[in-house]
C-alpha cells in the first residue's frame, strides 16, 4: 500500500467513498484526513491523482456533486505545483464532465457517447480542458493522464460521432498502452480499432486479452453486433449484465440484449 505523507492511498480515498455518508460529511472527513500532509516526492502526487480520478470515477457514476468536488482539488494542486500530469488528469476531468448533461436520459438510463446529444455538452468546460491539455503536452512529458485527456479531448472535438477521428484515437491507445501496460486500456483500445479498422480487426485486438477483464463481455458484443453476428452479441450482452459494476449500466446492457433478441425473433 502506498503511502502519502504519512497516510495510505486507501486512507485518503476512504476519507471520501464511505457509502453511508453524506456528501458533506465526505468532504469533511477528507479535508481532516489530508489536513497537514506535504507531498515532496514525485511518487506522492502520482497517488494523490490517482485517489483524486477515483473520486471522481465515483461520482462520474452518479454524484456530479463528488465529481465537481475532485475537480476542485484537482485545481487547486495544479495551481501549487507545476506538474504535466496534474494538468493532465483535470483535463481529462473537465473533459468528461462536460458531458454529463448528456449522459443520462430523464428516466435516469444510460446514454451511449455515440447517441449523445452534442448540443448538450459543455463547450465551456471542454475549451478549459484543451487548453490546460495543449500547455501541458507542449512540455514534452507525455503521462498516462495527458494520453487519456487526449483521447478525450479528440470526442469532443468531433460535431457527429461519425465524424470521430478513430485513428488518432487508435494511436494515442498505442501511448497508453507503452505507458501503462493496462489491461483496460488495450481493452478500449480494441473498441478504438474496430472503429478505425472495422470490427474484424477490433475482435483481432480483443482476442489478445483475458476474457476475465470487467467489461470485457461489453465490448465483445459491440464488436459482434458491428461484425452482424447478433446472436453472439445478444448473448453476450447478457453476460455482460450481469457483471455489471452498477445498475443503469446493468439496465443498459440488458436493453441491448433485448433490442437484438427481438430483432432476430423478427427475421
Same mark, same amino acid.
Given at each position: ?122 463547450? %465551456? @468546460?471542454? +475549451? =478549459? ?9 507542449? #512540455? /514534452?512529458? $507525455?503521462?498516462?493522464?495527458? *494520453? ?86 445478444? %448473448? @453476450?450482452? +447478457? =453476460? ?9 449500466? #446493468? /439496465?443498459? $446492457?440488458?436493453?441491448?440484449? *433485448? ?9
Amino acid at each position: 500500500m502506498r503511502a502519502v505523507g504519512g497516510l495510505t492511498t486507501r486512507q485518503i480515498a476512504q476519507a471520501y467513498l464511505v457509502p453511508e455518508a453524506t456528501m458533506a460529511q465526505r468532504i469533511s472527513r477528507a479535508k481532516k484526513t489530508v489536513s497537514g500532509v506535504r507531498f515532496d516526492r514525485s511518487g506522492d502526487v502520482g497517488t494523490v491523482l490517482r485517489v483524486l480520478y477515483l473520486v471522481f470515477n465515483e461520482g462520474y457514476s452518479g454524484d456530479v456533486d463528488l465529481a465537481a468536488e475532485a475537480i476542485r482539488l484537482t485545481r487547486q494542486l495544479s495551481a501549487g505545483i507545476g506538474d504535466e500530469e496534474v494538468r493532465g488528469l483535470l483535463a481529462l476531468m473537465l473533459l468528461h464532465h462536460s458531458r454529463r448533461a448528456a449522459r443520462t436520459r430523464a428516466d435516469g438510463s444510460l446514454v451511449p457517447l455515440a447517441e449523445q446529444d452534442r448540443s448538450l455538452w459543455d463547450v %465551456r @468546460l471542454i +475549451a =478549459e480542458g484543451v487548453e490546460i491539455l495543449q500547455a501541458a503536452l507542449a #512540455r /514534452d512529458r $507525455l503521462g498516462e493522464y495527458q *494520453a487519456q485527456a487526449a483521447i478525450a479531448a479528440l470526442h469532443a472535438d468531433a460535431r457527429t460521432a461519425a465524424e470521430t477521428d478513430w485513428v488518432q484515437i487508435v494511436e494515442w491507445y498505442d501511448e497508453l498502452v507503452a505507458l501503462t501496460g493496462s489491461p483496460v486500456h488495450r481493452l478500449n483500445r480494441a473498441v478504438a480499432v474496430g472503429e478505425a479498422d472495422g470490427a474484424r480487426a477490433g475482435l483481432a485486438a480483443l482476442a489478445e486479452l483475458d476474457p476475465g477483464l470487467p467489461r470485457y463481455a461489453a465490448v465483445a458484443a459491440h464488436l459482434h453486433e458491428r461484425d452482424g453476428d447478433l446472436p453472439t452479441a445478444a %448473448r @453476450l450482452y +447478457a =453476460e455482460a449484465a450481469l457483471a455489471a459494476p452498477n445498475l443503469p449500466e #446493468r /439496465d443498459h $446492457l440488458t436493453r441491448q440484449a *433485448a433490442r437484438l433478441n427481438a430483432a432476430l425473433r423478427g427475421c
